[in-house]
């Protein structure tokens, strides 16, 4: 079974149980077997899905059930419960990791004891929370703040990054070679960054910049390497090794004279001659530093070659190339078709992928190469879209099977309000009792919306 089968299975498993459990109260008491296999069994399937994620979030949107953004029907077994939450003005219940089946039970019987009369005001629903249950309007929280993934302190990780790329790309000029420290310092707060929330690093790679092109470079490949790397089940000292030789790819450029490197039109000859040196001059400088690892030095070298032997440095016969290096070429060509600057519009993501696709799969390995755009789908995380409803929605997450199809939180109505209650969606899921959902129409540029797409990306919705 796909996994998003398992998922959409899971969600309705959810309700149901979920639904049984209150209904199970109404009808005998606390004590009775069915009352307890009921509750047993609703807590059991809870304990199962905060496993894989912290929370477990069901929201009504309308008569629509989300649970976790998956849309779920409601049937003759949940329509009852689903109706009792809405009569009381639920609007989103949000489960916690570390929920006790003392706080379950209590939560099923007072809904159960939910006077059928309308009754929402923001007390009543408090009376129904406990420590890891929390109801409420559907609503965007406040972002967080910590240092513990949230997107501010990820904000703040990716800036740093990137400030202090400029600082050892100018120690390395005045000084003729990297400052080992301070690279794995850069690598370190990346290398977390990564951890904490792949998902918000990889949507701050897409932020396009017209200015700072060879730092935010230099910390994209370090980024999209090392997240390619964790999917191939990368982790620990060897990750930060892929995100360092990612950083420092192209240090042999201090070398390259500045009007070859920023020079809008293409090279002659000669000036690209000069220009191919800068993986040799590299591997050079990383060499020399017993502190670094050998893999900069390696990928350094490598990454303008090509697995069927084009490439460069010319005459160069490489049975294989190292992984780190394929990693590591696959978001340099990416990040630099990606990026919009002076002299080069950016290409949708299609199209940069059709470039890595081509030449018959002879140039990139065609598994990382699948894997990469299924890691960074059509639409990457981050990306505003416009939906053929007519609205606007902030790309949350891919969905592997279906790079077109991602789950996206819905910002602007079709008829052009900003929605004070973003909703997600997930695009890839099978039409519901109000149709299949809707597709996505084109990627719409930020700054001409007006909409900051990273703002959404920590806030909670349905
Ligand atoms: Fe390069």
């Known amino acids: 079974m796909s996994e998003e089968a398992r998922r959409i299975l899971a969600a309705e498993d959810f309700l149901r149980r979920f639904a049984a459990s209150v209904k199970a109260i109404q009808l005998y008491s606390g004590d009775h077997p069915i009352v307890r296999r009921a509750h047993e069994q609703f807590a059991e399937h809870l304990e199962r899905m905060l496993v894989e994620a912290p929370q477990v979030v069901v929201g009504l949107v309308d008569r629509q059930v989300v649970v976790d953004a998956v849309p779920v029907t409601v049937g003759s077994g949940t329509a ?38 309308r009754d929402d005001s923001e007390e009543s629903l408090q009376a129904l929370a ?30 740093d990054a990137v400030a202090s790329a400029e600082a050892l790309w100018e120690q390395t000029k005045a000084e003729g070679s990297p400052e080992p420290e301070m690279a ?20 701050l790679t897409a932020m396009c910049r017209y200015d700072n092109y060879t730092f935010t470079h230099m910390v994209n490949v370090s980024v999209l390497t090392m997240a390619q790397a964790r999917g191939l089940g990368v982790d ?14 192209d240090i042999g450029k201090i070398k390259t004279p500045p009007e070859i490197l920023t020079k809008p ?5 000669q000036e690209f001659v000069v220009m191919m040196r800068h993986p040799t001059d590299g591997a050079e400088m990383l060499r020399r530093h017993l502190e670094l690892p050998p ?33 590591c070429s696959i978001a340099d060509v990416y990040d630099a078709m990606r990026s919009q600057r002076r002299y080069q519009q950016s290409f949708p993501t299609e199209r940069i992928l059709k470039v890595l696709e081509q030449q018959d799969g002879t140039r990139f390995d065609q598994h990382l190469v699948r894997r990469f755009s299924q890691l960074m789908g059509l639409y990457p995380p981050g990306n505003l879209v416009r939906l053929d409803s007519g609205a606007l929605a902030v ?68």
Do not use: C
């Open 80 to 117: 009852e419960t689903v109706e009792r939450f809405r009569s009381n003005g639920i609007e989103r219940i949000a489960f916690a990791r570390g929920v006790t089946r003392d706080e379950l039970n209590t939560f099923s019987g007072k809904l159960a004891a939910l006077r059928a009369a």
């Open 395 to 462: 790309v949350l997450r891919t969905h592997a099977p279906d790079p077109a199809r991602p789950t996206v939180r819905v910002v602007v109505s079709p008829d052009g309000r900003r929605l004070s209650h973003p909703v997600d969606l997930a695009l890839w899921a099978d039409a519901g009792p109000s149709g299949p959902p809707p597709r996505i129409v084109t990627p719409v540029d930020p700054q001409e919306a007006g909409i900051d797409p990273f703002a959404f990306l920590d806030a909670h919705a349905a």
């Open 184 to 203: 794995m310092a850069v690598v370190e707060g990346l290398a977390s960054g990564v951890g904490q929330n792949r998902r918000a690093m990889l949507a």
């Open 130 to 159: 406990s420590s890891h249950i929390q109801l409420g309007r559907l609503r965007i929280q406040q972002r967080v703040e910590s240092g513990h993934g949230g997107v501010t302190a990820i904000q703040e990780t990716y800036r």
């Open 236 to 249: 620990g000292a060897l990750l930060r090794q892929f995100g360092l030789a990612g950083l420092m790819h």
């Open 295 to 327: 893999l900069a030095a390696i990928v350094a070298f490598e990454h303008h070659l090509r697995i069927d032997g084009t490439g460069y440095p010319a005459g160069v016969v490489r049975p294989a190339l190292n992984v780190a290096t394929q990693l």
């Open 265 to 269: 039109e293409q090279l002659s000859g």
